[in-house]
Nanobody, 119 residues
Framework: QVQLVESGGGLVQPGGSLRLSCAAS????????MGWYRQAPGKERVLITA???????TYADSVKGRFTISRDNAKNTVYLQMNNLKPDDTAFYYC?????????????WGQGTLVTVSS
C-alpha cells in the first residue's frame, strides 16, 4: 500500500508563515498528481491547490498569491508554503495523492494536520 504522512502544522499569528510537508511511503509505487485540501470547522473539505507530476500547479482563489505548492519527486514529497496567513485559513489540512501500486490506481489521503491562525 501507499501511505501519506504530513507534518508542519501548528499555531501561527496572522501575517505569519508555515510550511507543510507530505511524504509518500510504501513499496513499488508511483505517485502522480498531488494536492492539498483543507476543512474548516463545520465546513466541507475543499481543494486549495494541486500539482501534476510534471509540475503544473493550480490554486483556489482564496490562496492564490499567498500559498505555493511544490514537490520533490525523488523524495515523493509535496510541500505547501503558506505566507501571509489569515484567521480564515484556520483548518485541518489534508494531503492527497493519486498513486499507482500493484497495477492498481489509488487515491490516498494523509491523516491531516491542524493549522490555527490566531493572535
Amino acid at each position: 500500500q501507499v501511505q501519506l504522512v504530513e507534518s508542519g502544522g501548528g499555531l501561527v499569528q496572522p501575517g505569519g508563515s508555515l510550511r507543510l510537508s507530505c511524504a509518500a511511503s510504501g513499496s513499488d509505487f508511483k505517485i502522480g498528481g498531488m494536492g492539498w485540501y483543507r476543512q474548516a470547522p463545520g465546513k466541507e473539505r475543499v481543494l486549495i491547490t494541486a500539482i501534476t507530476d510534471g509540475g503544473i500547479t493550480t490554486y483556489a482563489d482564496s490562496v492564490k498569491g499567498r500559498f505555493t505548492i511544490s514537490r520533490d519527486n525523488a523524495k515523493n514529497t509535496v510541500y505547501l508554503q503558506m505566507n501571509n496567513l489569515k484567521p480564515d485559513d484556520t483548518a485541518f489540512y489534508y494531503c492527497n495523492a493519486h498513486a499507482e501500486w500493484n497495477k492498481r490506481y489509488l487515491e490516498v489521503w494523509g491523516q491531516g494536520t491542524l493549522v490555527t491562525v490566531s493572535s
